[in-house]
């Protein structure tokens, strides 16, 4: 029969387990939010490719403290874990299309075959308005170079008036091979794309029922639904709609994400990796001069309900932890 002095012992051990474990869970690193310091980073998107995470975001390079978007180039990130991330030479710049003129808007990076294709909002050269291109490399972390020579979408296809609709390209590719391509800004098209990933296969068409859509649209997969999300109203929130097919219907299921704190812009990205989903975005938090038109990247967890829906993103400064 254990002494009473035996007994609490062996109560205080039981009880310093859980508390030794969670010790040791704080004690993981973590990213901390904005997980890029040194550059303001926006619009991101994220590949999964060989156990490594790539982070693709757009460069403000405003200087404070004028109040515009000046961006032209494109930044690129990696990390086997999430919190600590690695720069790579720029991959992309404006320049590399010859027929755009300028801004290096929110873009996709997507692998097919072997090789990666990179999409990207410019503005054109000689026709008004916002266009998107196609870039292409052997590998993620470039350098790219323009798969077409043209622009894969201009303004002259799309219905609307407005001259920046043609923006936030989104690319997804079904397990039977077929990819789509999702974009634009007060509309929200779609359209197939060509097994070469460079031309558009058939008609453009709209996603008509989102309610208050303004842009950024990110099509992902989890057990069986197809998830759309996007940016609505201003500042921007993030809302999302769900379907059992890519082509829909879709239905609205409500918001996902707050206003980004000091942004009026609200751009995410969706991944899972290594057994946990993560929610990219940006805010405008990085001082000094953070702001909306200084933004950052940050990475927060992202979790489903059991029936599918998604639980609203609760944005920290802590970040994620290190992913095992």
């Known amino acids: 029969m254990k002494t009473a002095f035996q007994a609490i012992i062996a109560a ?11 010790a040791q869970a704080s004690a993981m690193p973590s990213a901390g ?13 994220a590949l999964v490719h060989n156990g490594t995470v790539y982070l693709y975001a757009g460069h403000d390079e405003a200087p404070a403290p004028e109040q515009r978007y000046v961006m032209h180039e494109w930044l ?28 290096a808007w929110a873009s996709q990076v997507v692998e097919r075959g072997g090789k990666f294709y ?3 909002a410019v503005e054109h050269g000689s026709m008004p308005g916002k266009a998107i ?15 077409r020579g043209s622009a894969l979408v201009t303004n002259n296809q799309t219905e609307s008036k407005i001259m920046w609709d043609d923006i936030d390209p989104t690319v997804f590719i079904e397990k039977s091979g077929q990819a789509y391509l999702f974009w634009g800004n007060s509309h929200c098209y779609w359209a197939k794309l060509k097994a070469n990933m460079t031309e558009i296969d058939g008609e453009i068409h709209q996603v008509t029922n989102l309610p208050n859509y303004t842009e950024a649209p990110w099509v992902h997969q989890h057990n069986g639904w ?9 500042p921007e929130k993030i809302a999302y709609v769900m379907s059992r097919s890519i082509m829909g219907p879709w239905v609205f299921k409500g918001l996902l994400n707050e206003v980004a704190g000091n942004s009026n812009t609200n751009h995410q990205a969706i991944i899972d990796f290594k057994g946990q989903s993560y929610f990219v975005y940006h805010n405008g938090s990085l001082p000094t001069d ?10 927060d967890y992202l979790y489903y309900n059991p029936n599918g829906t ?3 993103v609760v944005m920290t400064t802590e970040g994620v932890r290190a992913a095992k």
């Open 12 to 22: 205080a051990l039981l009880l310093a387990a859980p508390l030794a474990a969670l």
């Open 33 to 45: 939010n904005p997980v890029i310091k040194d550059k303001y980073t926006a619009d991101p998107a």
């Open 76 to 103: 690129c990130y990696s990390s086997t874990d999430m919190v600590h991330w690695k720069e790579h030479p720029s991959p992309l710049n404006v320049k590399a299309f010859a027929w755009a003129k300028d801004d």
């Open 118 to 120: 990179w999409y990207a």
């Open 133 to 147: 291109g196609v870039a292409v490399s052997d590998s993620p972390t470039g350098p790219f170079k323009d798969a």
């Open 226 to 234: 197809y998830y759309l999300s996007y940016a609505c109203q201003f």
């Open 290 to 299: 953070g702001g909306s038109f200084r933004r950052s990247v940050c990475i």
């Open 310 to 312: 998604l639980k609203r």
